[in-house]
C-alpha cells in the first residue's frame, strides 16, 4: 500500500473500520448481492426507493478494506439522490476507477468518492471498489438478483 496517497490510505481505513450505514436494512424494497471471486468480496446492498428517490440505502457484508470502504462510501453519497443521478455516479466512479477520467476535472460530483482515483493503479483491486457499484445497479433494477463482477 506504500504507493497509495496519505488520504488514500486515512479515508479507506476509517471506512473500513467504521462503515457507514453497515447494517441490514429491514424495511427495504431493493436488495442484490454481489460477489467478486478474484479477492471473495461479498456484499449485500439493501436500498428503499419511493418515487424514485433513494430514501435509505445500507448494506452488509465481508471483504476487503477497499471493497468495504468503497461500499461504505457509496451508501453515504447516493441517500436522497435519485435512481437516475445514482446511474450517473455508477457511470463516473466506473470511469474513474478505471482511470478514463481525471478526478480533479470532476471533483464536484464525485466529491469524497474522488479518494478512490487511486485505485486505477492497482487493476486487481478495482473489482474490489466497483463490487458495491454493481450491486447498487442490480438491485435497483431488479428486486432479487445476484451480482458479480465476473
Ligand atoms: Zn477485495
Known sequence: MSELSELYQEVILDHNK???????????????EGYNPLCGDQITVYV???D??????????????????SASMMTDSLKGRTTA?????????????????????????LGKLAVLS????????????????HTLRTAL??????????
Open 52 to 69: 424514485d428517490v433513494i430514501k435509505e440505502i445500507s448494506f452488509e457484508g465481508s471483504g476487503c478494506a477497499i471493497s468495504k470502504a
Open 118 to 133: 487511486g485505485v486505477c493503479h492497482f487493476p486487481a483491486r478495482v473489482k474490489c471498489a466497483s463490487l458495491s457499484w
Open 85 to 109: 443521478e445514482a446511474e450517473a455516479l455508477f457511470d463516473r466512479v466506473h470511469k474513474m476507477l478505471k482511470g478514463e477520467v481525471n478526478p480533479g476535472d470532476d471533483s464536484h460530483d
Open 141 to 150: 433494477k431488479r428486486e432479487k438478483e445476484v451480482a458479480s463482477t465476473e
Open 48 to 50: 428503499k426507493v419511493e
Open 18 to 32: 467504521s462503515p457507514r450505514n453497515f447494517h441490514r436494512l429491514a424495511d427495504a424494497n431493493r436488495r442484490a
